[in-house]
């Protein structure tokens, strides 16, 4: 696994962090920036924190998060226009005096894949990693925000955005945080699938000057396509008449109906993007695809249900989107796999009740 930690990663410190991982830990109030659906949220649920607001621009993926959250913690809110004075006014009408204690998030990153040939080095997502660290310095100014996590694809890390990608270490600096930075690989949380992310934690230069912070170390077991899917009900093919009842065993698991002459007669591995055939003893390559770039079932003859793809993600069983199908595609794509988001949250806590920060 490449490192990117600005501070050498020691592993003593980090089997030491896991070891304690298990220890119950208090509950710490964060807001979540680009949202989305919630999976970056999910984990730091499960780690103890409570996520106070959260704020994304897409309606679908507001009323997934409220959905599972069961009651009105997201927003809908262009971040890349709102200004601070008017995000620091919406923030303190909704929380009043509660102190905020960490901010999380993961802007829109089509324009650093490396899986998009035709990215624009101009793509106005481009500057949300910058609009991230505006709103990180308002609030801090404020609140003295104790840390942040920003996740996004290592396409970051290139040499075709290298410049870019120091402008924005900056700015997070700038913003009165240190900062870290590694990349996690998912399938070594215990999600079936390959998927390689790019994480920056910061920690409040001024209230933590001497903390270094250690990223976990994926110790789960490997869990395969098989342990993730295998047994479940046919799905429901996507029609434009369908009724919610009409959807078998969750009300995600549907997908588009076969048209194509390779996924009708497909029987073994597929080529091509548009027809990448999963492994049942695998792990799954990354979920993160057009409506017509989804994986084809280890069996064939049909793409993979939207249901399915949230579970190779390592989303709750119960867990459920709003909105219709491309708008579910578009979601469980950009989500972060929960487990590598608990993983980082449990390091984050451990570091804050070791400083006597909570």
Request: net charge positive.
């Amino acid at each position: 696994m490449t490192t990117f930690a600005l501070s050498p990663v020691q592993p003593e410190a980090q089997r030491a962090s896991a070891a304690r991982s298990t220890m119950p830990l208090p509950v710490s109030s964060i807001i979540s920036l680009f949202c989305g659906a919630g999976g970056l949220d999910v984990g730091f649920t499960k780690a103890g924190f409570k996520v106070l607001l959260a704020f994304d621009n897409s309606q679908a993926a507001v009323n997934s998060y409220n959905l599972n959250a069961k009651k009105a913690v997201a927003r809908v809110a262009d971040l890349s226009d709102d200004g601070d004075a008017s995000f620091r006014k919406l923030v303190r009408e909704s929380l009043g005096t509660t102190q905020i204690q960490g901010i999380i998030g993961g802007p829109p990153c089509q324009g650093f894949s490396r899986g998009n040939a035709s990215a624009d080095p101009n793509d106005p997502r481009n500057k949300l990693a910058f609009r991230y660290a505006d709103i990180l310095r308002a609030l801090n100014t404020k609140n003295k925000i104790k840390f942040f996590v920003f996740e996004n694809v290592m396409g970051l890390t290139t040499v075709r955005h290298m410049v870019r990608f120091r402008a924005i270490r900056q700015s997070f600096m700038d913003a009165g945080f240190r900062i870290f930075y590694h990349d996690l690989d998912a399938q070594d949380f215990g999600v079936p699938q390959f998927r390689r992310r790019l994480f920056i934690v910061g920690l409040n230069a001024k209230r933590l000057p001497k903390a270094d912070f250690s990223f976990p170390i994926g110790t789960a077991k490997r869990r395969t396509v098989k342990d993730a899917i295998q047994g479940l009900p046919q799905p429901a093919f996507f029609d434009r008449n369908i009724q919610p009842g009409d959807i078998p065993h969750h009300p995600n698991h549907w997908t588009m109906k076969p048209r194509s002459a390779k996924l009708i007669l497909s029987a073994g591995a597929s080529d091509g993007r548009s027809f990448r055939q999963l492994d049942w003893n695998e792990v799954s390559p990354t979920v993160a695809y057009g409506n017509r770039e989804i994986h084809v079932h280890p069996d064939g003859g049909r793409r993979l249900s939207v249901h399915e793809a949230m579970l190779l993600q390592g989303f709750p069983p119960t867990y459920k989107l709003a909105g219709n199908f491309s708008q579910q595609i578009t979601q469980v794509s950009n989500a972060v796999p929960p487990p590598v988001a608990q993983a980082i949250a449990r390091s984050i806590k451990q570091l804050l009740r070791d400083w006597g920060e909570l």
